[in-house]
């Protein structure tokens, strides 16, 4: 058994980056000596070997260079063959290799630090999440997300061995003092926005789809193939089938359980994707988007001679051949030379149906089945939202006189009785509003077949999946659509709190929640959100002022939003008397004296409540967010926590005087109207917008 190491002895020289690393480790891992292969604890070894440990497959600090064996799958990956635990190919049997995760394939490289499995095992993800292996250290503490930060900034700094003169830690230092002075601008988190909240354990976001960013959209495209890889195991609750028939088997509809059951639904879908990847959650498709425009570009584009699959849907749900597609078509063998001839004009463009795409192309399905299949194949693997059983649109004097405007939302938004908004009582059923807009899309995003012959039933069905309850949950569509109901109900339930369905009590099968637990999308762990952005702090460092670089918002979620909130996230209790947080946008020089009154770029000012200490040492540190292992009771006093100020009439103040991009500047103000060094400590600000 290794020797446990002691400390460092020379108090009179200041610890390295190095050491440092070394003592987090070490504390961590306390009278715990796990093998870890024979290295034991493998951080006391020569730095040089160090840099080289690879346990169990996993190289704990990586190479430079992004690619190298043994880099730890990431969840969100593209999907590999089937394998089992020891890594090797496992017969089709079981559940498809529970311990199966896909790789990292085609995801943007991140930082040598981020990519460590030394960071990785600290934060406690695949393979570190138990599934494979217990988070680093085994047997040991779990470090601190502070202190992980730490070890990944002295990766990603290039593993030093010693700071001589200390210039690298000065260096890190000064860079955080110059953000914590306003001096330097935070920048957008290169994470995902739900990367941020997993992390902080607070509210994930549902995003409108339209404005995912290009990591968020694939994370829910790998979840989704991820999920679908168990199709073949009937009763895989993992599997993307297995839902599907779940709809077709127990969905409530005409009745107050249409949105309590349907939201539960939603959750504990989103749960099984969160298993592979806890980022992904279900973006909504916001039918009126302009971004969008179904209704008004949908009637442009239909003909006299067509009108069926003539609508249009987000461009995620959208398929499209690209370049490797092609190659792969070309490599395989199925499709005729003068088929890839006309497929290769079209490399690129994107389509609302597959049919679309073959009219375009110039190709006649069904005249050449086995080149279908093959073309089907790889749209669907090219973009796993794409469903071929699905062709939006409609005759115009049906589909889209009733299709929904922002208009038509807002009013039934107005309508304060539950079942007249939602659906009707047990005891009266009954479509509502809400409902009967539901209804709609379905149809409308589910549409005719172009290609149906009623003289050969079976050969192609004659609607679109999503048309019908059995089989509408098959179209990766349908998680959009619905997670937009659920959203517009949650904003009901904002402006009409208390009213809800007379049956609190009923349980929601096949789940054992019933109707009460469903009635705060909080209270299920997530929010909605046009879209967000947010720029991370260090928690470390007191801030004085913050000066924040553009977001980068999308102009149509600057142009049509409904509420823009500035957020600070998790701010720590100062015992140093009161203070002020000035919140201003694209006012980079904002200070003390920046006048707010008649100010277009004054959001508003949070007041933090506090004072000396009353109590003894330590009476006033803040406590864990978490209470001990069995106390179920709520937060407690002092526990970090959060400011939101209403940006709305700001940002449309800045946006009529022509601003195509925001960014935030936080003064912070002693009572005497001067700035204050130590009363703000905070884990990020983030920019929200409502739809």
Known sequence: ?????????????????????????????????????????????????????????????????????????????????????????????????????????GKPAPGRGERSGL?????????????????LPWGGGQVSDTDIKFIQDWIDYGCPADDETHSLIR??????????????????????????????????????????TPEELRRFRAAITWMRSFDQYYQDQRSFDYWGRMHGNLCQHAWEEFLTWHRLYLYNFEQQMQDFDQTVTLPYWDWTDEANADAGISVIDQTASSPQDNGVIPEAYRCWLDQDAFDRLKKGGRVPQETLNKLSK??????????????????????????????????????????RKRWPGGDSSIIFEMYPTEGDIDNILK??????????????????????????IHNFSGGANPNYDPNSPGAEPQYGDMVSPGTTAFDPIFWGHHSNVDRVWADWETLHPGVGPDNPTAILAPWPQNVQQTLNVANLGYEYAKSSHVYETNSDVPITKFKSANAGIHPAVLNDHSRAEVRLHKIRY?????????????????????????????VGTAALFSGDCVGGPGHCDPPPERRRKFDLRGRGHKTPRNVKLDATEAVRRLTAKGATDLH????????????KSNALWMDAVSLIFKD
């Not at 230092?173 to 992390?199: C, M, P, Q, W, Y």
């Open 119 to 135: 960071i990785i095992g600290l934060k406690g993800q695949f393979p570190f999440d138990g599934s494979q292996f217990p988070r």
């Open 574 to 602: 100062a015992v140093n008397g009161g203070a002020f947080i000035r919140v201003f946008l694209n006012a980079p020089d904002a200070n003390a004296g920046t006048p707010t009154k008649g100010n277009d770029n004054y």
């Open 171 to 212: 260096v890190m230092e000064s860079d955080a003092l110059a953000l914590a002075r306003g001096d330097k601008e935070h920048t957008v988190s290169r994470n995902t926005i739900n990367d941020f909240h997993a992390g902080a354990g607070t509210l994930k976001v549902r995003k409108n789809i339209n404005y995912l």
């Open 664 to 675: 935030v500047s936080l003064v912070v103000l002693d009572i005497d109207g001067k700035p």
């Open 1 to 105: 058994m290794a020797k446990k190491p002691q400390g460092n002895k020379d108090a009179s020289r200041k610890e390295s980056r190095y050491e440092r690393v070394k003592r987090i480790l070490n504390e961590a891992s306390g009278d715990a000596c796990p093998s870890y292969q024979g290295y034991e604890r493998f951080w006391e070894l020569p730095i040089e070997e160090f840099l080289r440990v690879t346990i169990y497959g996993v190289r704990m600090i990586a190479p430079e260079d992004a690619s190298y064996p043994g880099q730890p799958p990431q969840a969100g990956g593209s999907l590999p063959a089937q394998s089992s635990c020891c890594h090797e190919p496992s017969p089709a049997a079981g559940g498809g290799g529970h311990c199966e995760t896909p790789s990292g394939q």
């Open 346 to 387: 079209i490399i690129g463009l994107k389509f609302n149906s597959g049919n679309r795409l073959f009219v375009k192309a110039g190709i006649k399905y069904g005249q050449d089945g086995q080149s279908d299949e093959a073309i089907m194949a790889e749209l669907l693997r090219v973009n796993p939202l794409w469903h």
């Open 415 to 440: 309508i304060t009785n539950f079942f007249t908004f939602g659906s009707g009582p047990d005891t009266d059923h009954f479509f509502g509003a809400l409902e009967n807009i539901h209804n709609l």
